[in-house]
Protein backbone atom coordinates (compact mmCIF):
# COMPACT_ATOMS: atom_id res chain seq x y z
CA UNK A 1 0.00 0.00 0.00
CA UNK A 2 0.94 3.85 -0.21
CA UNK A 3 3.34 5.39 2.61
CA UNK A 4 2.63 8.88 3.48
CA UNK A 5 5.64 10.65 4.91
CA UNK A 6 4.76 14.42 6.85
CA UNK A 7 7.83 16.53 8.06
CA UNK A 8 8.27 18.24 10.46
CA UNK A 9 5.44 17.32 13.12
CA UNK A 10 5.69 20.49 15.10
CA UNK A 11 6.25 23.89 13.52
CA UNK A 12 6.07 27.46 15.10
CA UNK A 13 6.16 30.67 13.16
CA UNK A 14 5.48 34.02 13.98
CA UNK A 15 1.82 36.16 12.90
CA UNK A 16 3.09 37.16 9.11
CA UNK A 17 5.66 34.34 8.34
CA UNK A 18 5.55 31.62 6.04
CA UNK A 19 5.10 28.21 6.86
CA UNK A 20 5.74 25.24 5.01
CA UNK A 21 4.83 21.61 5.67
CA UNK A 22 6.50 18.72 3.40
CA UNK A 23 5.15 15.12 1.94
CA UNK A 24 6.24 12.25 0.47
CA UNK A 25 4.80 9.53 -0.88
CA UNK A 26 5.66 5.88 -2.45
CA UNK A 27 3.04 4.75 -4.94
CA UNK A 28 3.36 6.36 -8.01
CA UNK A 29 -0.13 5.25 -8.53
CA UNK A 30 -1.46 7.95 -6.47
CA UNK A 31 -2.72 10.98 -8.28
CA UNK A 32 -4.87 12.65 -5.98
CA UNK A 33 -3.25 14.90 -2.93
CA UNK A 34 -6.17 16.86 -0.50
CA UNK A 35 -4.80 18.60 2.78
CA UNK A 36 -6.73 18.67 5.82
CA UNK A 37 -6.81 21.35 8.27
CA UNK A 38 -7.69 19.67 12.02
CA UNK A 39 -8.45 22.24 14.89
CA UNK A 40 -8.85 20.72 18.76
CA UNK A 41 -12.14 18.02 18.72
CA UNK A 42 -12.77 18.73 15.46
CA UNK A 43 -12.96 16.70 11.85
CA UNK A 44 -10.39 17.10 9.56
CA UNK A 45 -11.62 20.21 7.02
CA UNK A 46 -9.97 20.12 3.39
CA UNK A 47 -8.16 23.37 2.63
CA UNK A 48 -6.66 22.51 -0.35
CA UNK A 49 -6.20 19.39 -2.97
CA UNK A 50 -3.98 18.56 -5.90
CA UNK A 51 -4.31 16.33 -8.64
CA UNK A 52 -1.13 14.81 -10.31
CA UNK A 53 -1.86 16.81 -13.52
CA UNK A 54 -1.26 19.93 -11.89
CA UNK A 55 2.35 21.25 -10.30
CA UNK A 56 1.12 24.02 -8.57
CA UNK A 57 -2.35 25.27 -6.94
CA UNK A 58 -3.35 28.54 -4.99
CA UNK A 59 -6.28 29.46 -3.14
CA UNK A 60 -5.32 33.03 -1.42
CA UNK A 61 -2.53 32.28 1.43
CA UNK A 62 -2.22 28.85 0.84
CA UNK A 63 -0.74 26.92 -2.11
CA UNK A 64 0.22 23.57 -2.59
CA UNK A 65 2.93 22.17 -4.80
CA UNK A 66 3.27 18.91 -6.07
CA UNK A 67 6.81 16.89 -8.01
CA UNK A 68 5.47 13.39 -9.40
CA UNK A 69 8.66 12.57 -10.16
CA UNK A 70 10.25 12.97 -6.84
CA UNK A 71 7.14 12.06 -5.14
CA UNK A 72 6.50 14.27 -2.89
CA UNK A 73 4.35 17.90 -1.91
CA UNK A 74 3.89 20.84 -0.14
CA UNK A 75 1.86 23.02 1.40
CA UNK A 76 2.72 26.55 1.81
CA UNK A 77 1.28 29.08 4.18
CA UNK A 78 1.88 32.66 3.83
CA UNK A 79 1.21 36.04 6.09
CA UNK A 80 0.64 33.51 8.76
CA UNK A 81 -2.34 34.30 11.21
CA UNK A 82 -3.20 33.08 14.93
CA UNK A 83 -6.64 31.57 13.41
CA UNK A 84 -3.68 29.04 11.12
CA UNK A 85 -2.94 27.40 14.91
CA UNK A 86 -4.13 23.77 14.23
CA UNK A 87 -2.65 20.24 13.16
CA UNK A 88 -2.20 19.57 9.26
CA UNK A 89 -2.34 16.32 7.28
CA UNK A 90 -1.38 15.63 3.73
CA UNK A 91 -3.09 12.48 2.11
CA UNK A 92 -2.57 10.63 -0.82
CA UNK A 93 -4.58 7.99 -2.99
CA UNK A 94 -5.56 7.03 -6.30
CA UNK A 95 -8.57 7.38 -8.50
CA UNK A 96 -10.72 5.79 -6.13
CA UNK A 97 -10.73 3.85 -2.35
CA UNK A 98 -9.19 5.34 0.89
CA UNK A 99 -6.86 8.07 1.61
CA UNK A 100 -3.37 7.25 3.25
CA UNK A 101 -2.80 10.01 5.82
CA UNK A 102 0.52 11.83 6.90
CA UNK A 103 1.10 11.65 10.78
CA UNK A 104 0.56 15.64 11.20
CA UNK A 105 1.86 18.78 11.65
CA UNK A 106 1.03 20.89 14.75
CA UNK A 107 1.40 24.53 13.51
CA UNK A 108 1.58 27.22 16.38
CA UNK A 109 1.37 31.29 14.95
CA UNK A 110 2.57 33.11 17.79
CA UNK A 111 0.85 36.98 17.63
CA UNK B 1 -28.26 18.56 8.47
CA UNK B 2 -25.90 19.87 6.13
CA UNK B 3 -23.01 17.74 6.84
CA UNK B 4 -21.92 14.25 8.24
CA UNK B 5 -22.99 14.07 11.50
CA UNK B 6 -21.91 11.22 14.10
CA UNK B 7 -22.71 10.25 17.26
CA UNK B 8 -22.58 9.70 19.85
CA UNK B 9 -19.86 12.31 20.32
CA UNK B 10 -18.38 10.26 23.24
CA UNK B 11 -18.47 6.84 24.52
CA UNK B 12 -17.12 5.51 27.75
CA UNK B 13 -17.23 1.99 28.43
CA UNK B 14 -15.92 -1.11 29.82
CA UNK B 15 -13.36 -3.77 28.50
CA UNK B 16 -15.31 -6.70 27.47
CA UNK B 17 -18.54 -5.17 26.32
CA UNK B 18 -19.67 -4.40 23.00
CA UNK B 19 -20.33 -0.86 21.42
CA UNK B 20 -21.84 0.73 18.56
CA UNK B 21 -21.31 4.11 16.56
CA UNK B 22 -23.86 5.52 13.96
CA UNK B 23 -22.82 7.96 11.49
CA UNK B 24 -25.37 9.90 8.94
CA UNK B 25 -23.52 11.21 5.54
CA UNK B 26 -24.22 13.85 3.53
CA UNK B 27 -27.23 13.39 1.83
CA UNK B 28 -27.20 11.77 -1.98
CA UNK B 29 -23.08 10.80 -0.77
CA UNK B 30 -22.87 7.39 -2.05
CA UNK B 31 -19.14 6.01 -0.59
CA UNK B 32 -18.51 6.39 3.36
CA UNK B 33 -15.61 5.95 4.79
CA UNK B 34 -14.52 4.98 8.77
CA UNK B 35 -11.23 6.43 9.91
CA UNK B 36 -9.94 5.55 13.60
CA UNK B 37 -7.39 8.34 15.29
CA UNK B 38 -5.22 7.83 17.98
CA UNK B 39 -4.08 11.04 19.23
CA UNK B 40 -0.78 12.51 18.24
CA UNK B 41 -1.42 10.54 14.82
CA UNK B 42 -3.02 10.45 11.33
CA UNK B 43 -6.56 9.02 10.54
CA UNK B 44 -6.06 5.44 9.38
CA UNK B 45 -8.11 3.51 7.48
CA UNK B 46 -11.12 0.70 8.31
CA UNK B 47 -13.39 0.89 5.86
CA UNK B 48 -14.85 2.17 2.55
CA UNK B 49 -18.65 1.71 1.63
CA UNK B 50 -19.97 2.44 -1.88
CA UNK B 51 -23.61 2.13 -1.76
CA UNK B 52 -24.32 -0.80 0.60
CA UNK B 53 -21.47 -3.28 -0.26
CA UNK B 54 -17.70 -2.73 1.73
CA UNK B 55 -16.05 -1.99 -1.09
CA UNK B 56 -12.48 -2.50 0.79
CA UNK B 57 -12.80 -3.66 4.58
CA UNK B 58 -9.12 -4.18 4.43
CA UNK B 59 -8.04 -1.72 7.49
CA UNK B 60 -10.99 -3.60 9.80
CA UNK B 61 -7.88 -4.69 12.48
CA UNK B 62 -9.43 -7.96 13.82
CA UNK B 63 -13.04 -9.75 13.69
CA UNK B 64 -13.95 -8.08 16.55
CA UNK B 65 -15.08 -5.00 14.25
CA UNK B 66 -17.54 -4.72 11.80
CA UNK B 67 -19.45 -1.85 10.24
CA UNK B 68 -22.63 -2.13 8.19
CA UNK B 69 -25.00 0.02 5.52
CA UNK B 70 -27.53 -1.20 5.12
CA UNK B 71 -29.68 0.99 2.61
CA UNK B 72 -26.70 2.75 2.13
CA UNK B 73 -27.08 5.53 3.63
CA UNK B 74 -26.92 5.70 7.45
CA UNK B 75 -23.43 3.35 8.97
CA UNK B 76 -23.07 1.65 11.97
CA UNK B 77 -19.59 0.75 13.04
CA UNK B 78 -19.53 -2.48 15.75
CA UNK B 79 -17.23 -3.56 17.89
CA UNK B 80 -17.70 -6.62 20.42
CA UNK B 81 -15.27 -7.49 23.32
CA UNK B 82 -13.98 -4.12 23.39
CA UNK B 83 -10.66 -3.46 24.48
CA UNK B 84 -8.40 -0.73 26.07
CA UNK B 85 -6.80 -0.14 22.35
CA UNK B 86 -9.63 0.14 20.85
CA UNK B 87 -10.06 3.78 22.45
CA UNK B 88 -9.50 6.48 20.06
CA UNK B 89 -11.38 8.62 18.01
CA UNK B 90 -13.59 6.97 15.37
CA UNK B 91 -14.22 9.19 12.46
CA UNK B 92 -16.51 8.75 9.38
CA UNK B 93 -16.44 10.87 6.13
CA UNK B 94 -18.76 10.62 2.91
CA UNK B 95 -18.21 11.56 -0.44
CA UNK B 96 -19.64 11.69 -3.97
CA UNK B 97 -19.46 8.94 -6.36
CA UNK B 98 -16.26 8.96 -8.19
CA UNK B 99 -12.48 10.87 -6.96
CA UNK B 100 -14.11 13.55 -5.19
CA UNK B 101 -13.59 15.57 -2.07
CA UNK B 102 -14.35 13.45 1.54
CA UNK B 103 -16.02 15.62 4.12
CA UNK B 104 -15.42 14.18 7.25
CA UNK B 105 -17.71 14.27 10.76
CA UNK B 106 -16.74 15.60 14.16
CA UNK B 107 -15.81 11.85 15.39
CA UNK B 108 -17.08 9.77 18.04
CA UNK B 109 -14.28 9.61 21.14
CA UNK B 110 -14.22 5.81 22.40
CA UNK B 111 -12.49 5.47 25.50
CA UNK B 112 -12.52 1.90 26.91
CA UNK B 113 -11.87 1.74 30.77
Known amino acids: GENVEQHPSTLSVQEGDSAVIKCTYS??????FPWYKQELGKGPQLIIDIRSNVGEKKDQRIAVTLNKTAKHFSLHITETQPEDSAVYFCAARQTLGRLYFGRGTQLTVWP | GAGVSQTPSNKVTEKGKYVELRCDPI?????LYWYRQSLGQGPEFLIY????????DSGLPNDRFFAVRPEGSVSTLKIQRTERGDSAVYLC???????????FGEGSRLTVL
Open chain 2, 27 to 31: SGHTA
Open chain 2, 93 to 103: ASSLNGPRELF
Open chain 1, 27 to 32: DSASNY
Open chain 2, 49 to 56: FQGTGAAD
